[in-house]
């Protein structure tokens, strides 16, 4: 589903990603892991388009297709899809008419009609019980005065209604307590199907006992630098990444 | 000739169609004198420093128009709020249009300036009313002096009027360029309600000038909601001078939507009579290409325990002008006011000013009292968020600046304007409304 072949990324002329490969196929959960400052949540912002990055090398190719040169909303539109590490607070939009607006313009981009009220209504309801969501939650503005799980809880229902073929999460985990980290990771998980995937971001192991990934990846200075099963998370939180760092300085 | 000569001149001829005899004659002549004397506001003084008429001055009005009456319905109908029932006054070229008009008399007084100002049974109320709340300023004498027609509603005693009162200016082209002063008295008596629309709309590309006056009573627990709707062609011009005086436990509100227009300014003055008053201005403004929006505002606390809430949004793009001065004047008298003031700006493009000016002055030292004011951009961060959600640019931009009017916004309270004021926005951000806010 997803191929990154040889990507390098730049922000303001300071070279972040340095060379990545990854292969992503349709029904599998990938996690990338790392430290602090290797480049995990650039990959992310890359995968999505984020215009502050420039790709000076490589290509990203969704479903065959290189995707590039794409903008972030024809990216949402093949069905990639970013749950932010720290969402945008948008005073004065409900999350209500902001889910609508953007499940309308993913719909108008494939050439369907608007959803009709009532079923939007019903999968509204659906996708916020999923999560365990107030109503009242999602009358209020996006993302305003919400806390940090309150947030996150939000990006996982987006998804839900988005229903993407590829979810990227980038530190989903982070801010969440282990309740808010159970019904984010149950919602994550009753989402999985053999159609998508999904990509883990994240710095500690624990999000990665609730969603369990096929793939393990370890991120460092822009590179990969180990790929392994689900148990190489665990071998990570026991070590750390500084034996990660010596391996690869003996290799060198 | 200089306008000022041209209109100095155009008062004798003018002084040939009103009676002289009628008291009303000498507020006028006062009136003319004091323009006389001051001539056209200039970039000199404080309050028009950011705002020169220079541009719209040198145009060769006609001050008296021909009476040719040539427009129809379907002509004006899309300016209107046609699909809500509502009283409705029209004037063409400055000129009552009786067959276009929805008058009453019945329960309220919807109907002219010109018979209240001539016909005896009106007098007392004249007496009592006109002109009394008008300052002495420039371009609010020289309508005064040339005060003849408006719009008059009176609304009784705890008099609800059952549907809002429109009032629209139209402007046919039939003269070169056009100079038009409506004149407007707007008295809702103790515990009456009425919603008011008011609407300058030139139909063709010829220069029109308007300043217009508008004194709104408010008696004791009367409310008043008023609509002002600026979204007229890049060749036509407003003056609007608008002068509120409130009783106790009264609310006002006014709403002003500039959405077009070469030079518009509002004048725009709240003087509270009373305890318990509030008072709420709200604008929306969107500008592109050159046009130019002064918001120059005051609310003068005389009393105890009122209120006041200012909040207007501006959002400019290529090389238009705002201006927001907003006042806010606490008496000696007036504790325990709580007056808030806001003015947020965007501005889109590298050629787009805007000026804003709070301007606090408090003698009472038990009162809270706030202002702020932002000059900024679209968040590009939102921007991205609101994209990788499926969102295009154009649409996400769009919905941005949506939500940063819908403050002002979600306070109107015909759902019909909404509407309009909506599309509108959309029309001019070029977007396909997807969503509702």
Same mark, same amino acid.
């Given at each position: 589903?997803?191929?990154?072949?040889?990507?390098?990324?730049?922000?303001?002329?300071?070279?972040?990603?340095?060379?990545?490969?990854?292969?992503?196929?349709?029904?599998?959960?990938?996690?990338?892991?790392?430290?602090?400052?290797?480049?995990?949540?650039?990959?992310?912002?890359?995968?999505?388009?984020?215009?502050?990055?420039?790709?000076?090398?490589?290509?990203?190719?969704?479903?065959?297709?290189?995707?590039?040169?794409?903008?972030?909303?024809?990216?949402?539109?093949?069905?990639?899809?970013?749950?932010?590490?720290?969402?945008?607070?948008?005073?004065?939009?409900?999350?209500?008419?902001?889910?609508?607006?953007?499940?309308?313009?993913?719909?108008?981009?494939?050439?369907?009609?608007?959803?009709?009220?009532?079923?939007?209504?019903?999968?509204?309801?659906?996708?916020?019980?999923?999560?365990?969501?107030?109503?009242?939650?999602?009358?209020?503005?996006?993302?305003?005065?919400?806390?940090?799980?309150?947030?996150?809880?939000?990006?996982?229902?987006?998804?839900?209604?988005?229903?993407?073929?590829?979810?990227?999460?980038?530190?989903?985990?982070?801010?969440?307590?282990?309740?808010?980290?159970?019904?984010?990771?149950?919602?994550?998980?009753?989402?999985?199907?053999?159609?998508?995937?999904?990509?883990?971001?994240?710095?500690?192991?624990?999000?990665?006992?609730?969603?369990?990934?096929?793939?393990?990846?370890?991120?460092?200075?822009?590179?990969?630098?180990?790929?392994?099963?689900?148990?190489?998370?665990?071998?990570?939180?026991?070590?750390?990444?500084?034996?990660?760092?010596?391996?690869?300085?003996?290799?060198? | 000739?200089?306008?000022?000569?041209?209109?100095?001149?155009?008062?004798?001829?003018?002084?040939?169609?009103?009676?002289?005899?009628?008291?009303?004659?000498?507020?006028?002549?006062?009136?003319?004198?004091?323009?006389?004397?001051?001539?056209?506001?200039?970039?000199?003084?404080e309050a028009w420093k950011y705002t020169s008429l220079n541009s719209?001055?040198?145009?060769?009005?006609?001050?008296?128009?021909?009476?040719?009456?040539?427009?129809?319905?379907?002509?004006? *109908?899309?300016?209107? $709020?046609? +699909?809500?029932?509502?009283?409705? #006054? =029209?004037?063409?070229?400055?000129?009552? %249009?009786?067959?276009?008009?929805?008058?009453?008399?019945?329960?309220?007084?919807?109907?002219?300036?010109?018979?209240?100002?001539?016909?005896? *049974?009106?007098?007392? $109320?004249? +007496?009592?009313?006109?002109?009394? #709340? =008008?300052?002495?300023?420039?371009?609010? %004498?020289?309508?005064?002096?040339?005060?003849?027609?408006?719009?008059?509603?009176?609304?009784?005693?705890?008099?609800?009027?059952?549907?809002?009162?429109?009032?629209?200016?139209?402007?046919?082209?039939?003269?070169?360029?056009?100079?038009?002063?409506?004149?407007?008295?707007?008295?809702?008596?103790?515990?009456?309600?009425?919603?008011?629309?008011?609407?300058?709309?030139?139909?063709?590309?010829?220069?029109?000038?308007?300043?217009?006056?508008?004194?709104?009573?408010?008696?004791?627990?009367?409310?008043?909601?008023?609509?002002?709707?600026?979204?007229?062609?890049?060749?036509?011009?407003?003056?609007?001078?608008?002068?509120?005086?409130?009783?106790?436990?009264?609310?006002?509100?006014?709403?002003t939507f500039s959405l077009g227009g070469k030079i518009t300014r509002?004048?725009?003055?709240?003087?509270?009579?009373?305890?318990?008053?509030?008072?709420?201005?709200?604008?929306?403004?969107?500008?592109?290409?050159?046009?130019?929006?002064?918001?120059?505002?005051?609310?003068?606390?005389?009393?105890?325990?009122?209120?006041?809430?200012?909040?207007?949004?501006?959002?400019?793009?290529?090389?238009?002008?705002?201006?927001?001065?907003?006042?806010?004047?606490?008496d000696r008298l007036a504790q325990k006011t709580n007056a808030f003031?806001?003015?947020?700006?965007?501005?889109?493009?590298?050629?787009?000013?805007?000026?804003?000016?709070?301007?606090?002055?408090?003698?009472?030292?038990?009162?809270?009292?706030?202002?702020?004011?932002?000059?900024?951009?679209?968040?590009?961060?939102?921007?991205?968020?609101?994209?990788?959600?499926?969102?295009?640019?154009?649409?996400?931009?769009?919905?941005?600046?949506?939500?940063?009017?819908?403050?002002?916004?979600?306070?109107?309270?015909?759902?019909?304007?909404?509407?309009?004021?909506?599309?509108?926005?959309?029309?001019?951000?070029?977007?396909?409304?997807?969503?509702?806010?």
């Amino acid at each position: 589903m997803l191929k990154i072949k040889n990507l390098h990324a730049s922000v303001d002329g300071e070279k972040i990603l340095k060379g990545i490969d990854l292969e992503i196929n349709a029904g599998e959960v990938h996690a990338i892991m790392g430290p602090n400052g290797s480049g995990k949540s650039t990959l992310a912002s890359v995968i999505a388009g984020n215009e502050d990055f420039e790709v000076t090398e490589g290509d990203i190719l969704f479903e065959k297709a290189n995707i590039s040169e794409l903008s972030p909303e024809e990216r949402a539109h093949k069905g990639i899809f970013l749950s932010f590490q720290y969402p945008i607070e948008i005073p004065g939009v409900s999350v209500t008419n902001f889910i609508k607006t953007s499940i309308n313009q993913v719909r108008k981009s494939r050439g369907q009609k608007d959803m009709p009220a009532n079923e939007m209504l019903k999968k509204i309801r659906e996708k916020s019980a999923l999560l365990d969501m107030d109503r009242k939650f999602l009358s209020r503005s996006l993302n305003e005065g919400f806390s940090g799980g309150e947030k996150k809880r939000n990006e996982i229902f987006q998804m839900a209604m988005l229903e993407p073929k590829l979810a990227i999460l980038d530190e989903t985990d982070s801010g969440l307590d282990i309740d808010a980290l159970r019904i984010v990771s149950d919602g994550v998980n009753r989402l999985r199907n053999k159609g998508n995937a999904t990509l883990v971001i994240t710095h500690y192991q624990r999000l990665l006992d609730y969603v369990i990934p096929d793939v393990v990846h370890v991120l460092m200075d822009g590179k990969i630098v180990k790929t392994g099963g689900k148990e190489l998370a665990k071998e990570l939180e026991e070590r750390g990444y500084d034996w990660l760092k010596e391996e690869r300085a003996e290799m060198t | 000739m200089e306008l000022k000569e041209k209109l100095m001149s155009s008062y004798l001829a003018f002084e040939e169609q009103v009676d002289m005899e009628n008291d009303i004659h000498n507020v006028r002549n006062k009136a003319i004198k004091f323009f006389e004397t001051t001539g056209f506001p200039t970039k000199k003084m404080e309050a028009w420093k950011y705002t020169s008429l220079n541009s719209i001055l040198k145009e060769d009005y006609s001050i008296f128009p021909k009476k040719e009456d040539t427009i129809d319905y379907k002509d004006i *109908k899309k300016y209107l $709020i046609h +699909d809500i029932d509502t009283y409705t #006054i =029209v004037f063409i070229d400055g000129i009552y %249009s009786s067959h276009l008009s929805r008058t009453t008399h019945d329960k309220l007084d919807a109907c002219l300036m010109s018979s209240a100002l001539n016909k005896s *049974k009106y007098k007392s $109320i004249m +007496d009592k009313y006109f002109n009394k #709340i =008008v300052p002495e300023e420039s371009m609010s %004498s020289l309508n005064t002096a040339f005060a003849k027609e408006g719009a008059y509603i009176r609304i009784p005693k705890n008099v609800s009027a059952e549907k809002p009162i429109q009032i629209l200016n139209f402007s046919t082209g039939n003269e070169s360029a056009l100079m038009v002063q409506p004149r407007n008295l707007i008295i809702a008596e103790d515990g009456a309600h009425v919603q008011i629309i008011e609407r300058h709309q030139s139909l063709t590309d010829n220069p029109v000038l308007t300043n217009s006056v508008t004194e709104v009573y408010v008696g004791k627990n009367a409310e008043v909601d008023y609509y002002k709707i600026q979204n007229d062609k890049t060749t036509s011009s407003l003056i609007d001078n608008t002068f509120i005086k409130q009783e106790r436990d009264s609310t006002c509100s006014l709403h002003t939507f500039s959405l077009g227009g070469k030079i518009t300014r509002n004048n725009l003055r709240f003087y509270q009579h009373g305890e318990n008053c509030n008072s709420i201005l709200k604008g929306v403004t969107i500008l592109e290409g050159k046009q130019h929006v002064d918001h120059n505002t005051l609310v003068h606390h005389i009393e105890p325990n009122c209120e006041s809430h200012q909040d207007y949004k501006g959002i400019f793009s290529e090389k238009s002008v705002g201006v927001f001065n907003g006042s806010i004047l606490v008496d000696r008298l007036a504790q325990k006011t709580n007056a808030f003031q806001s003015n947020n700006n965007i501005l889109l493009d590298d050629g787009a000013t805007c000026n804003s000016k709070p301007q606090l002055e408090i003698f009472a030292d038990d009162v809270k009292c706030s202002h702020g004011c932002t000059i900024g951009q679209l968040n590009n961060e939102a921007l991205y968020y609101l994209r990788t959600r499926g969102i295009p640019k154009k649409e996400a931009r769009a919905l941005l600046m949506f939500a940063f009017a819908n403050n002002v916004l979600d306070s109107v309270k015909i759902p019909e304007i909404k509407n309009r004021i909506t599309k509108q926005i959309a029309l001019k951000l070029e977007v396909e409304l997807g969503f509702n806010l």
